[in-house]
């Protein structure tokens, strides 16, 4: 099975930058999408296919993909950017399924 | 807008069948070409795919639950349903309902979500 793998914790000052990784063998060919879930809510789109952003997410909100990494980069941090993000593939492999990785809490200090 | 509302029974007793339902309003479960998707969180962990089903009737199951699983769809009722058998206190989570265009796609409309407690 495929497994993404997710630093449990970030922690950045506002007007920072945050990165977040996704790991994943060879996950450069696949199509990656992040999540963000503030406590009590549903999970909101903020990246689909590696890099593009959905109306209504803000430009500080960027993605790439490459080798076994994917990156969620968050400019300009704000206070209300604390929240747990998740990454996400389709897995084609070998079994046919949605993959998440174990999600990242971020902390805005 | 469209949007999803999870239905069901908020307490399950081990060993029975959790059943859920997501309502789809402000559009058509059938007239376009949508995948319709089963996710879960337990309590303070991530998110977990159970499985999705196109508007047709194909599906696709998570590997680890597809001998518990089944997903079905009523463009009559606009609503689509989740089965899980045989469930144990490791089921107990947050249900949502959620769309995607496609099934590498992202889901792009969730709904609130749904706490299923396991117990007897």
């Known amino acids: 099975s495929y497994v993404l793998t997710q630093p449990p914790s970030v922690s950045v000052a506002p007007g920072k930058t945050a990165r977040i990784t996704c790991g994943g063998n060879n996950i450069g060919s696949k199509s990656v999408h992040w999540y963000q879930q503030k406590p009590g809510q549903a999970p909101v789109l903020v990246i689909y296919y590696d890099s593009d952003r959905p109306s209504g997410i803000p430009e500080r909100f960027s993605g790439s993909n490459s080798g076994n990494t994917a990156t969620l980069t968050i400019s300009r941090v704000e206070a209300g950017d604390e929240a747990d993000y998740y990454c996400?593939?389709?897995?084609?492999?070998?079994?046919?399924?949605?993959?998440f990785g174990g999600g990242t809490k971020l902390t805005v200090l | 807008q469209l949007q999803l509302q999870e239905s069901g029974p908020g307490l399950v007793k081990p060993s029975e069948t959790l059943s859920l339902t997501c309502t789809v309003s402000?559009?058509?479960?059938?007239?376009?070409?949508?995948?319709w998707g089963w996710i879960r969180q337990p309590p303070g962990k991530g998110l977990e795919w159970i499985g999705s089903?196109?508007?047709?009737?194909?599906?696709y199951y998570n590997p680890s639950l597809k001998s518990r699983v089944t997903i079905s769809v009523d463009t009559s009722k606009n609503q689509f349903s989740l089965k899980l058998s045989s469930v144990t206190a490791a089921d107990t989570a947050v249900y949502y309902c959620?769309?995607?265009?496609?099934?590498?796609?992202?889901?792009?409309?969730w709904g609130q979500g749904t706490l299923v407690t396991v117990s007897s």
């Open positions: 089903i196109y508007y047709s009737g194909s599906t």
């Open positions: 959620a769309r995607h265009i496609d099934v590498a796609a992202p889901c792009d409309y």
């Open positions: 402000g559009g058509s479960i059938s007239s376009s070409s949508y995948y």
């Open positions: 996400q593939v389709w897995d084609s492999s070998s079994d046919h399924y949605v993959v």
